[in-house]
């Protein structure tokens, strides 16, 4: 179920001010949105979120929130003061359900993401995590379903699964997937990869790209590149 309108997002994921603020300058008006993650706790988020706003980014701020339900609900009320459009939470019923009301308290209007699965993990590292053995489109599949039911506005997974997710839920959520690398990069710790036109054809709404447009020679070039081969399908 191809996505007719997938966005690009860019993973700004460094704590280097001036290379992040350079990188977010450079890109405005190259990508849909800026995700901006865990890796700018020390160096200065509200700087971060603040420099992403200027540039005339949506911004896709990815802490991964999981914790007790007060807790969480509180964390994603005063994350409500910034321009977000999208948050990522764990994909855990409990943890959703808490974004959704800090949300509300907050008077928020982003999406809330749950996480299902990361994309730099395998099946050994699933066992090795103590969930049962089983099929890990299977696992992301039932996560999903677990998240949206309780009130998730998309998920995040690799595109590998992006396809059985559009195929029981249809086009109402977002499914927003990582892990993609244009054709003849490098891997990186990426463990389920995919090529941009690969994860639009699978019914990505959103394609997040790190180094190969972070660390590039040229980080416009290579967005352009990734948007060319994303409407190549």
Known sequence: M??????????????NKEQFAHLSKSL???????????????????EALG????????????????????????A??????FPLGLLTVHGD??????AIEGRKRGKGQFGLLAITLLTSLDHDDVLASGYRDQPMDQLVLSRASHALDA?????????????LIRAKFGHGPMVVTPGIRPA????????????????????ASHLVVGRPIMLASDPVAAARSIRLQMRQT
């Open 2 to 15: 191809k996505n007719d309108h997938p966005k690009l997002v860019a993973a700004l994921d460094t704590n």
């Open 28 to 46: 405005s008006g190259e990508v849909d949105m800026v995700k901006v993650g865990l890796g700018h706790l020390g160096a200065g988020l509200d």
């Open 51 to 74: 420099c992403v706003a200027r540039d005339g980014h949506e911004i896709f701020l990815d802490l991964k929130l999981f914790d007790i339900h007060e807790t969480v609900a509180r």
């Open 76 to 81: 994603v009320e005063g994350l409500c003061h």
């Open 93 to 98: 019923p409990h943890v959703v359900r808490a």
């Open 151 to 163: 009130g998730a506005d998309g998920v995040v997974a690799s595109a590998q699964e992006a396809q």
């Open 184 to 203: 003849a990069t490098s891997r990186d710790d990426q463990k389920r990869v995919v090529t941009p036109g690969d994860a639009v054809r699978a019914g």
